[in-house]
């Protein structure tokens, strides 16, 4: 929905009298001496410069400006998938809700080191790019503890200790770098830089390396990497 010239002009008034009052003139009002009637004038298209609006058509235009507004503004709220969830007794959710808004907004990208034991209590490994899973999963199913977070084989890199299956995948936000001497690496798809998981080496320019101290997992490493976008 666009907004005309003749809408613009409606919005400038908070109500179809102000409307009417900016149509009359100061020599309107001296022969006239009644604004009442003066409004009359001008709505009957007496006075005023061009087209004037009925009552019923200024609101209407207000309401379609108003609804404008709304649809513009809803367009802006971003609802977080934690929002209103308690989550400070669970370390790795607590520690995910606290990054989830900027992640969303890319300003943080975050790699999730999990390694824990499936449903079929085989032991299993993996990273994953929390940005790429966050608009694939209903993340608000892991905040309310409907679904347990544990890495997939679709994964940036996941490894079954059980039966050895190995994968590593690009995301959204990552590329997988094998490297024989430091070993997995990933890098930023954003700004190009490489984030290093190896925890005997630095993480990298912009990056750093957080152990969860948790309960609800064997092992949980997070890394962050403030992005920097390419010019």
């Given at each position: 929905?666009e ?5 613009l002009e409606v919005?400038?008034y ?15 009002m ?15 298209g007496y006075?005023g410069t ?11 235009r207000k309401?379609?400006?108003e609804?404008i507004r ?5 367009k802006?709220i971003q609802v977080?998938?934690s929002?209103g969830i308690?989550?400070k007794?669970f370390?790795?959710?607590?520690a995910l809700?606290?990054?989830?808004k900027k992640v969303?907004d ?8 999990i ?5 079929n209590g ?5 990273y994953i790019d929390y940005?790429d899973?966050l608009?694939m999963?209903?993340?608000k199913?892991?905040f309310?503890?409907?679904k347990?977070?544990l890495p997939?084989s679709s994964?940036?890199s996941?490894?079954?200790w059980s039966t050895?299956?190995?994968?590593s995948n690009?995301?959204k936000?990552f590329?997988v770098?094998?490297?024989?001497d ?8 954003r700004?190009?830089k ?7 080496s630095?993480c990298?320019?912009n990056?750093?390396?957080t152990?969860?101290k948790?309960?609800?997992?064997a092992q949980?490493v997070?890394?962050?990497?403030v ?5």
């Amino acid at each position: 929905m666009e907004l005309d010239a003749k809408s613009l002009e409606v919005d400038k008034y908070e109500t179809y009298e102000d409307y009417l009052d900016s149509q009359i003139s100061g020599k309107d009002m001296y022969y006239l001496q009644d604004q009442s009637l003066a409004r009359q004038l001008v709505e009957l298209g007496y006075r005023g410069t061009g087209e004037t609006f009925k009552r019923e058509e200024f609101e209407r235009r207000k309401k379609e400006i108003e609804q404008i507004r709304r649809d513009a503004l809803s367009k802006n709220i971003q609802v977080l998938a934690s929002s209103g969830i308690e989550t400070k007794n669970f370390p790795l959710l607590h520690a995910l809700a606290e990054r989830e808004k900027k992640v969303r907004d890319g300003k943080l990208a975050t790699i999730v080191f999990i390694r824990d034991k499936n449903a079929n209590g085989q032991e299993i490994s993996g990273y994953i790019d929390y940005g790429d899973r966050l608009e694939m999963d209903d993340f608000k199913m892991y905040f309310e503890h409907k679904k347990r977070l544990l890495p997939r084989s679709s994964d940036l890199s996941f490894y079954n200790w059980s039966t050895q299956l190995s994968t590593s995948n690009p995301s959204k936000y990552f590329q997988v770098i094998a490297d024989s001497d430091i070993g997995l690496l990933f890098k930023s798809k954003r700004d190009r830089k490489i984030v290093c998981v190896d925890p005997n080496s630095e993480c990298g320019d912009n990056s750093s390396r957080t152990e969860l101290k948790t309960t609800e997992y064997a092992q949980v490493v997070i890394y962050d990497h403030v992005t920097r976008r390419k010019s």
